[in-house]
C-alpha cells in the first residue's frame, strides 16, 4: 500500500502504535543509524520503507500492503 493510500491520522496512528512496541522491546526491522535512538524516529524509518506489519480496518473493507480486501471477501488492488 502507498503511503499517500494512508490518512494522515492512519499515519499517525501506525507509527505511534509502532513506536510503543519498539519502547517495549519489539524487535526493529530495520538498520537504524547509531545517532537515532527516539522510537517515534525509528518508528517513522520504519513506514517509510514499507515494512511496518499493521493492518488499517475502515468501514467494511480493510487496507494492508497488499491492497484492499473486503470485509466479505475479495482483493482488489
Known sequence: MKHSDYTRFE???II??????????????VVVPKDIID??????LE??????PITV???DR???RGGVESARGGVSK
Open 47 to 52: 513506514y517509510q520503507k514499507n515494512v511496518i
Open 16 to 29: 505511534g502504535a509502532r513506536a510503543l512496541q519498539i519502547t517495549m522491546g519489539a524487535p526493529i526491522l
Open 39 to 44: 522510537p517515534i524516529m525509528i518508528a517513522t
Open 62 to 64: 480493510i487496507v494492508s
Open 11 to 13: 499515519r499517525a496512528r
Open 57 to 59: 480496518m475502515r468501514d
